[in-house]
């Protein structure tokens, strides 16, 4: 949330007095953003920087290696790809923000796949019905985790580790005779990983309204904050900022529409990231999150119901590993004893981590969950391209998740020794 | 001065596990008053705030507010009275701005979400009302300095537009300029008619501001003097515990200072 210091022209609000040499007043022009990116990284606030540093090196280094790298088709793979655990990896950044972990995420998407698998396919429930409970069970299942953690205090990594190998048994026992349940053809679940509007209006309408909605969005808060008297973006920046993701949106789509058109995967995906970021940006709920992370004790005696946060941000990532868990089982053509198991836990937090997402709490991003994500799944596209082994693709992402908790730590180092206690 | 004290508090008692940290306290303090609190280290002064703001809840006693008894078991209790609170451990969050800190549990908002523009604004008219200076109210806590730390402790617990402000050590960490700052600030609170309880370690602040010096001493109330009349050792042995002899002329005081 950095606005660029620009004292507004009508000068009513101009501070009395002399005005404070040490005042951090950005200059204008990229000279200022310059300055104010040294600043920044000097003072440990490095943001998705080197995440995305990281993807255009993952992009060139395999563009170079595999021109397929970057087709339509690839690039329309990794976009439905990183959907199921890119929505697990969003209520694990709401479980980082608040300094903890959860460890049964894997676990739960496996029941919100069985438990789906069970009541749709096994006994005929309705399908949206069935959906609708696989996604409530997981939110029950993380506000219990939540609740022996907020009101127990037993600390969060045991409660989800003990949650991990339960929840796993009871989707190995739900799932007991029959082993694996396929996704009939059609239904919901099979849909969401398979469904794409082919009309190419469809993609290309969707990066037109981002874009429209960001850039309303950039200049009636530019005119509010000028109104008030407050530090605003000149239009100069909104236009560049709007352009480079005007670029961004419309490339995409232009690729999508290249292969098999807009998948709603990613349709899904995007809307569980901007309601998810409006929340822990624009509401009170958010900011209390924050908070909690921060510093618990302060949020306490300012009045906030800490046991609640704790208690519904558990709930938020195991209702989110449940759905994401429907995706899995979406791609993978059905819910099984193993579904969730494996890597998923590892990427899911690993994904977070990488986007720049802190695991110290109280800082970070929902968007890291898609930058991550994006990182993990590409370099797993690149490895399976170069035809590599997957034992090559574990050490690579082990790297690179090491690579990113460094960055955090030393980032919070910098940080900590920036504010001059 | 108003008859009927803001806030009085009762034969308060708590108890940690073996700790008898605070036994029979009585405190009574009215609006446009500044009340100073004063003891050793240990002597139960933190702990008298935190039952007051409803971290700590009391065991025993009553506190009553513009003469009617009421409970305080939360934090929220307390700041929906009008107290607000400046703890020793400044409770801000390091990873927040400035701004979110100030209203952090009274954020603005506007159709349900929070008003980051009018948020801002306050926060800088607040921040001028106050002569506060800080690079940006938009860097986070953790790159501010301990005395810039503590004029934004300061003006969050002012955000309510409280009746009652508790200042528990507020000037320790600061140098010369920002401990004045802080005194200036004291008054002006108290010219605006707000009762106000500060904690201090230092003679100098406590005669500079306060009208009256309630002492603390094991966690029992031991005295309660008049700043203008009386010395700054007078002060010292209630705090220190006194000689018979001054034990005597102590309570001489306390009586004619009607308590
Ligand atoms: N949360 C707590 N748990 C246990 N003991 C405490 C707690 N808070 C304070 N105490 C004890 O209560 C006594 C008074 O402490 P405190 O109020 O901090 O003193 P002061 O602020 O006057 O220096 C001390 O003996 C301290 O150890
Ligand atoms: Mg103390």
Redesign the pocket.
Known sequence: MSHTVQKASSGDAAPTGAVDPRLLVREQGFKGYLTEFKRKVRGGELGSIPVVVGLIVIGVIFQSLDSSFLSAGSLSNVSVYIAGQGIMAVGIVFVLLLGEIDLSIGSVAGVGAALWAVLSVSNGMDDTLAVVLAIAAGAAIGAFHGFFFAKIGVPAFVVTLAGFLGWSGLQIWMMGEEGTINTPSGGIVENLTNYYFSDIAAAYGLATVGVAAFLGSSLLDSRRRRAAGLPFRPVSEIALRTGVIAVIAFVCAYQLNQARGLPLALVIFLAVLLFADFVVRRTTYGRQIFAVGGNAEAARRAGINVEKIRITVFAIAGLLAAFGGLFIASQSGGASKSLGSGNVLMNVIAAAVIGGTSLFGGRGKIWSALLGMLVIQSIQQGLNLLGMASEIQYMITGVVLLAAVVIDSVSRKTQKSAGRT | MSATPVLALRGISKR??A?Q?LTDVELEIHAGEVVALV??????????VKTIAGV?PIDEGAIHWEGRQVDIHRPHDAQDLGIATVY?DLALCDNLDVVANLFLGSEIRRAGIIDEVAMEKRAKELLDTLSIRIPSVRIPIASLSGGQRQVVAIARALVGDPKVVIL?EPTAALGVEQTAQVLDLVERLRERGLAVIL?SHNMADVKAVADRVAV?RL?RNNGVFPVRTTSHEEIIAAITGATDNAVTRRQARTTEAGL
Do not use: C, P, R
């Not at chain 2, 003891?39 to 008298?48: I, M, P, R």
């Open positions: 940690f596990g700790v940290a003891g050793d280290n240990g002597a139960g002064k933190s702990t008298l700590h020793q528990d904690i603390l966690g």
